[in-house]
Structures are given as C-alpha cells and as structure tokens.
C-alpha cells in the first residue's frame, strides 16, 4: 500500500506548509478511495487527506461502517497522527476497531485501531 500512496503523495497541494500527505480508505468489499491534502491560503479552508478519502467513499455511496482499514502517507521522515477534526470524522464514520497505518518516507510504521485515537471522542450522545 505504501507504493501507491508514494504515487498519490505527488497529487497533494501544499505549498504554505510544505507538508504533504495522501491516504486511501478501504471499505469492507476492498475498494480503496484516495485523498491527498490540499490548504487553502486561508487555512480554515485546508482539507486534510484522511477526510478527502472518506468523502470520496462516501459520495460513491459508502456508509457508516461500511470501512475497514486507512492508509496514510506523509512527506516527512516522521510519523503524522490524524488532527483532531480528522479523529472527529472517523467516530462518525468508522468502527471503534477499524486499522489505521501511518507511514512516513522512511521505514517507520505503525498500525493502531481508531479507539486507541478516540478515547473520549464527541458524539451524538453529547447532543442530548
């Protein structure tokens, strides 16, 4: 998987930060959907890659539950952690129990379940 995020890595736009980075969601019936991160020069208007993979799945008609397993890929020699918007959409979106990779552009690695993020995530038991 690390191979065709490199390849989706060229596609990332970010020219304030210089950091780039590209993910692929897997759904259950294994297809993947890309996202790369793209700022905004207001950066209010940045999207990061995690959620442009997700919202791609899910205009093609993908579901709550519906995924199991997301790739991430950044530009640096260091892992990156999904920002908290991003771990916000994965507790609408995903199982306490879905695998996320990080990878970096050297051989670090490392795989953990979206609970071991969401320890105390925000939902729509809040909301009542």
Known sequence: MKEKLKALLKNAYAPYSNY???????????KLF????????????????ERN???SALANGYKKGDFKHLYLLN?????????????????EFF???????LYCMND??????VEELLVKPFNKDNLK
Do not use: H, M, W
């Open 20 to 30: 780039l980075v590209a993910s692929i969601v897997e759904t259950k019936d294994s």
């Open 34 to 49: 890309f996202g790369v991160n793209v700022e905004n020069a207001s950066y209010g208007g940045t999207i990061c890659a």
């Open 53 to 55: 993979a997700i919202n």
């Open 75 to 91: 530009s640096s020699d260091k892992l990156g952690y999904p920002c908290f918007i991003c771990r916000q959409t994965f507790s």
């Open 95 to 101: 199982d306490k129990d879905l695998l996320i990779t």
């Open 108 to 113: 670090d690695e490392e795989t953990f379940k």
